[in-house]
């Protein structure tokens, strides 16, 4: 783009989950850290529902799309009638935040920057066939693709991705959500609306949607833990019942320390400031993230991670947590044992992890993905 030509850049906001999923976080933290720029005009687009949803506070405009927001009838919108809309309304490039759910086949007279925030081969794989075709091709003709992880990109490459069309830029944290606070929690209850939860605790937040979260692991090594220490920890799995969500389920009311392991179900993510700043430390075995956010917030907080060596999870964690093989039973319980017994290696953890989490921030995030428009 000129760097003397004002340009247009629309923001699609379907896909978002009207602001109630990572994809629409993305979206509300992206556009809460924008900065007037006399080169750019920014608008968003999305359905009637959602036209409050990202612009309130703001004079961003918005242009509404009727449409019913099925699976079968987004890909029809995409397909069909998406680059009309965009010559409509004049955009010069477009910002796709939920690239990974879907896109146009072609772009036609505008820049295209598809952001990718997870992992693209698992996507595609719980698609219908015709969603995963028309994906695959969006994503092969798109103009500019944004990879939250040098991981994601990896995996993009291997799908047939050009790799100097994808630019590495990591998700910001919300540094006014999310700093240490341990010095608030003096009560053995931390009151966490609606939730009164007794410590000390470890939490993990994660959607029990799948075996590769590794939650019945962790169970396991929770009671291997308990067992060799004696000591009175509680284990926090605070996340949405997804699809594996009856197996772990079972595995916790199954288990010897039942009493000891508390599943929140949905917990809101404004509240999870106040969830990691109790807790004893943050645990993370999922093994096939693309982006692991909740680890640089806990971090943040000022409390230890100890997380899976495996996903992105060592790129954006870099020296601060402890890592463990989550299949491996008992290294996760030594994990567990090590950060309560080593006060020196637990302080040592809290201050890398600070310093750390602080160079992840949106400002950043906004401004290097709009350069690349410029």
């Not at 470890?202 to 590769?212: A, D, I, K």
Request: with cysteine; glycine share 8%; net charge neutral.
């Amino acid at each position: 783009m000129s760097e003397n030509k004002k340009i247009k850049i629309g923001i699609d906001t379907l896909g978002g989950d009207h602001g109630k999923s990572g994809f629409g976080s993305y979206i509300l933290y992206f556009i809460s850290n924008l900065h007037k720029n006399d080169n750019i005009e920014i608008e968003l687009f999305g359905t009637e529902e959602d036209r409050y949803t990202y612009t309130s506070g703001t004079d961003i405009p918005y242009s509404a799309i009727k449409l019913l927001e099925t699976p079968k009838a987004l890909r029809r919108w995409y397909k069909y009638h998406s680059n009309r809309f965009i010559k409509k309304h004049g955009y010069d490039a477009v910002i796709f935040p939920s690239a990974n759910k879907m896109l146009p086949r072609k772009f036609k007279g505008y820049t295209a920057l598809a952001v990718i925030n997870s992992i693209m081969s698992s996507d595609i794989t719980e698609m219908d066939r015709k969603s995963r075709r028309q994906l695959k091709k969006g994503i092969l003709h798109a103009h500019k693709i944004i990879a939250a992880s040098k991981y994601i990109k990896d995996d993009l490459v291997k799908l047939g991705v050009t790799d100097e069309n994808i630019t590495v830029i990591h998700n910001g944290i919300d540094h006014k959500l999310f700093f240490p606070m341990a010095d608030i929690f003096e009560d053995e209850i931390v009151d966490v609306k609606p939730f009164a939860i007794k410590r000390p605790y470890f939490v993990y937040g994660s959607t029990l949607s799948s075996p590769e979260k590794k939650h019945i692991e962790l169970i396991k090594a929770f009671e291997l833990f308990k067992k060799n220490t004696g000591l009175p920890h509680r284990l926090v799995l605070a996340g949405n019942d997804g699809q594996y969500a009856e197996e772990i389920h079972k595995a916790a009311f199954n288990s010897q320390f039942a009493s000891d392991i508390f599943l929140t179900g949905f917990f809101p993510h404004e509240n999870f400031a106040r969830l990691y700043g109790g807790a004893e430390a943050c645990l993370f075995p999922s093994v096939n993230e693309g982006v692991g956010l909740p680890i640089l917030e806990a971090m943040a907080c000022g409390i230890p991670v100890l997380c899976s060596d495996k996903g992105a999870l060592k790129e954006i964690g870099g020296t601060a947590p402890l890592y463990f093989n989550s299949d491996d039973i008992d290294n996760i319980a030594t994990s567990l044992q090590k950060i309560t017994e080593d006060k020196e290696l637990r302080d040592n953890m809290i201050t890398d992890g600070i310093v750390w989490a602080k160079d992840f921030n949106w400002e950043e995030t906004v401004k290097k993905t709009l350069a690349i428009l410029l």
